[in-house]
Nanobody, 124 residues
């Protein structure tokens, strides 16, 4: 069992930056691939970024590529999402999620555990 708690969301002006954190409980954090998803009002949850269990492999959605960086600190059982050059269309609730398995998961259905989400609002 893994419990995930996101933090770091807030209100920021377009062009600004935020760093989201997701702290995990449990002793097996380093066994999980960790992903970030987001969901805007009236829209489906969408993939943002994922990092493999060891931290050496990353993948990003085209919409955030070049503006976001996912990283993890297994000693702290924490995954991060650094977001730069934020746009109003980045406004959403951001969720972190944990998944086991060999392949790097992109689909939300592949994830086993989810956090409660943190709101990110980007004003124009």
């Amino acid at each position: 069992q893994v419990q995930l708690v996101e933090s770091g969301g807030g209100l920021v002006q377009a062009g600004g930056s935020l760093r989201l954190s997701c702290a995990a409980s449990g002793r097996t954090f380093s066994s999980y691939h960790m992903g970030w998803f987001r969901q805007a009002p009236g829209k489906e949850r969408e993939f943002v970024a994922v990092i493999n269990w060891g931290g050496g492999v990353r993948s990003y959605a085209d919409s955030v590529k070049g503006r976001c960086t996912i990283s993890r600190d297994n000693a702290k059982s924490t995954v991060y999402l650094q977001m730069n050059s934020l746009k109003p269309e980045d406004t959403a609730v951001y969720y972190c999620a944990a998944a086991v398995g060999r392949q790097l998961p992109i689909s939300a259905g592949r994830y086993d555990y989810w956090g409660q989400g943190t709101q990110v609002t980007v004003s124009s």
